[in-house]
């Protein structure tokens, strides 16, 4: 049985594109259907986690401006200037 090499490379090219539509069509159904079931939970779960981040980044806003309340008061030093003497 004689084969031709242009007959095969052009069976293999077939093959090959064949092969491709037929898993881009697999994945299309595969996506659309779990959007379709899953989709609202996934787009609950990103709501959920937008709030966590806003929350999270409110308290670190806060706790900055705590710290910057801190830094504007001056340091306090204590001189004892009444070593040695006596009370009234």
């Known amino acids: 049985m004689k084969v031709d090499v242009l007959d095969a ?4 090219a077939v093959l090959c594109g064949v092969g491709s539509f037929l898993f881009w069509v697999n994945k299309t159904l595969i996506t659309d259907t779990a959007d379709a079931v899953f989709g609202h939970f996934q787009r609950q779960g990103a709501d959920d986690e937008r709030r966590r981040i806003k929350i999270i ?3 670190r806003r806060m706790e900055e401006e705590e710290e910057d309340e801190d830094e504007d008061l001056p340091a306090v030093q204590v001189i004892n200037d009444d070593v040695g003497k006596k009370c009234d």
Not at 9 to 12: D, H, K, R, Y
């Open 9 to 12: 490379l052009l069976a293999s």
């Open 57 to 59: 980044e409110e308290v």
